[in-house]
């Protein structure tokens, strides 16, 4: 695809509940990114993924968050017993190797009632 | 590591004025920086970078920023500023060797306002 791409772009859910949240790399790409916008908020770092390098996941808030990546591809965030704190829009992005400009998907805003 | 602070999280100008978001870095290498743009309910969009060739980088929309290696500094400016420039900006570094598999650090982000 000609971009980062996220899916869903939206989800309510309700408490307690798990969520996926799903990113499209650029093809190509071999980093990847996760990061967390809350309401007015600036970027809260997640999860890097780098290659075939052991992911830099010093930004995971608790251990109901966890991350995949199945080679260069996919990326899926799961977040478990979701918390109304974790309402937030939450960002991909990808490059196309370390130490390069990342580009950004859309979001998906989760909506936690 | 790399680090990023910028000074001033909201900042307003009137439509016409100089432009001037202030970003700082950390660095312990060389570092590349780069600044970023998000209008409202849209993801980040690449303004410019600095990758260790000419200390003057321009972007678009008429933005530009300067590399002060003395300074540890890569402010962003405009000369005259439009009310489609009201954003929020955030300044980004990252550097090409160490521990941190070149991973981009950011700050916390400028709100600008413009004023008609």
């Known amino acids: 695809g000609a971009g980062v791409s996220q899916s869903p772009s939206n989800k309510v859910t309700e408490k307690g509940k798990d969520v996926e949240l799903r990113c499209d790399p650029i093809s190509g790409h071999t980093a990847l990114y996760w990061y967390r916008q809350r309401l007015g908020q600036g970027l809260e770092f997640l999860i890097y993924?780098?290659?075939?390098?052991?992911?830099?996941k010093s930004g995971l808030p608790s251990d109901r968050f966890s991350a995949e990546r199945t080679g260069e591809s996919v990326s899926t965030l799961t977040i478990q017993r979701t918390q109304q704190e974790d309402s937030a829009v939450y960002l991909c992005?990808?490059?196309?190797?370390?130490?390069?400009?990342?580009?950004f998907g859309q979001g998906t805003r989760l909506t936690v009632v | 590591a790399q680090s990023v602070t910028q000074l001033g999280s909201h900042v307003s100008v009137s439509e016409g004025a100089l432009v001037l978001l202030r970003c700082n870095y950390s660095?312990?290498?060389?570092?590349?920086l780069f600044w970023y743009v998000q209008y409202p309910n849209q993801g980040l969009q690449l303004l410019l970078k600095?990758?260790?060739?000419?200390?003057l980088v321009k972007g678009i929309n008429g933005f530009e920023a300067e590399f002060k290696k003395s300074e540890t500094s890569f402010h962003l400016t405009k000369p005259s500023a439009h009310m489609s420039d009201a954003a929020e900006y955030f300044c980004?570094?990252?550097?090409?060797?160490?521990?941190?598999?070149?991973?981009?650090?950011f700050g916390r982000g400028t709100q600008l306002t413009v004023w008609p």
């Open positions: 660095s312990s290498v060389p570092p590349y």
């Open positions: 980004a570094v990252t550097a090409d060797r160490g521990s941190t598999l070149g991973r981009l650090y």
């Open positions: 600095y990758t260790s060739a000419a200390t």
């Open positions: 992005a990808s490059s196309f190797r370390a130490s390069t400009e990342a580009f």
């Open positions: 993924f780098q290659g075939n390098s052991a992911p830099d």
